[in-house]
């Protein structure tokens, strides 16, 4: 009698966590994308560095143009946007905090962010190394010339991580100096306070060319010390959400890999049937109420933003002043990285 009555209470008790549970869930799952569509706007968490208001305060950068295809996706409009700046060591507590919908942020996707964070990474937007930055006149030319000096980095980045790592590995004894914001880092750096800065290549490429006074004076070295595959970030926990990002974000690569562009997208609209490209967009347009989104929504997202290849030229490549390489970030057709998962 004993025992049934402890058996009992088990189960009952299971039984109330597993409801608890599920009610926790339930509550939870799809929760942000409905309330996107209630609040009619996208909150965007993004920096300085990838995404920064240009000269008449309009926000620009890859991590931006992300955001824009999101709100042109789920929203209709690719100015339904709201965009919050976010320090290295605010951008995870915002998200998790349910301050921002997505963090869209030059971001690194790692292990332990991804296990201990309640947070869920999603595509890989901008595969990216950690470098370092040299005034020309150091005359220093690879990163082992670094031993014994100062070095300035962001505080709450896996950049500084990587440098105490790479200096106590290389027995380089760097003096590792973190700054809370990158303007202190960088303007330390620029003072002469630091004999290199380091950080992402992409962030150097873009302090160098927006930052220095004259950016001839200043070497970004060949030595690249990590892996950095950065890309939005969403809550764990909300799969419809994470869904929408997820396939928003491939329908920009995979129309490059189709060779649909902002150009020729009308063209593709009205194709009907009649090829690949224009068979794809309506295909996935009909696709878009399965992911909760409404049809038309790859044709919005790449009418906003352009394909993968178009947003990278734009804002770090060909056509911007970074002038950047594709590298890692090229097509895989291409030799590159990126590689979209089939649609169908
Ligand atoms: N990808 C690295 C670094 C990201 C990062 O925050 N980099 C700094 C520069 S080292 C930055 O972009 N800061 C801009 C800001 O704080 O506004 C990470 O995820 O930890």
């Known amino acids: 009698m004993f025992y049934k009555n402890e058996v009992l209470r088990l ?18 799952a799809g929760s942000t994308l409905e309330n996107i569509k209630l609040r009619g706007e996208v909150r965007c968490g993004v920096n300085a560095g990838f995404s920064a208001k240009n000269s008449v305060g309009k926000w620009v950068g890859l991590d931006v143009d992300i955001c824009r295809a999101l709100a042109a996706a789920v929203l209709g409009s690719d100015q339904k946007v709201k965009y919050l700046p976010l320090s290295a060591t605010q951008r995870l507590a915002a998200l998790q905090n349910d301050d921002i919908d997505v963090l869209s942020r030059n971001t690194t996707f790692t ?3 991804d296990a201990s964070l309640g947070l869920r990474q999603t595509v890989v937007t901008y595969y990216d190394g950690q470098g370092f930055m040299v005034p020309v006149k150091s005359k220093i030319v ?23 790592d790479f200096s106590r590995t290389q027995g380089l004894s760097i003096q590792a100096t973190p700054f809370e914001k990158l303007e202190a880092a960088t303007g330390n750096y620029f003072l002469g306070q630091c004999a290199a800065f380091t950080a992402d290549a992409s962030t150097l490429a ?29 809550r764990r926990g909300d799969e419809e959400w994470f869904n929408a990002v997820r396939w928003v974000i491939s329908s920009l690569i995979e129309a490059e890999e189709l060779g649909i562009t902002q150009a020729n997208l009308e ?11 224009s068979r794809w967009l ?8 399965a992911l909760g989104l409404s049809p038309g929504w790859t044709y919005r997202a790449l009418l906003a933003a352009g394909n993968y290849g178009e947003i990278f030229n734009r804002n770090l490549g060909d056509k911007s002043p970074l002038q950047l390489p594709r590298g890692l970030n090229n097509l895989w057709s291409q030799g590159g990285l990126q ?3 089939p649609f169908f």
């Open 111 to 113: 292990l332990t962010r």
């Open 282 to 289: 309506a295909s996935t347009s009909a696709t878009g109420p």
């Open 267 to 277: 063209q593709v609209k009205a194709g009907g049937n009649a090829t690949t490209r």
């Open 206 to 234: 873009s302090t160098r060319t927006s930052n220095a006074i004259n950016p001839a004076e200043h070497q970004i070295l060949p030595d690249l010390i990590s892996k950095e595959p950065l890309g939005p970030l969403v």
């Open 11 to 28: 189960v009952i008790s299971l039984s109330m966590v597993v409801v608890t549970m599920g009610t926790a869930l339930k509550a939870h």
């Open 339 to 341: 590689y979209a998962i």
């Open 142 to 164: 690879r990163a082992a010339q670094l031993k014994g000096k100062v070095v300035c980095v962001q505080a709450g980045t896996t950049s500084e991580k990587n440098l105490l």
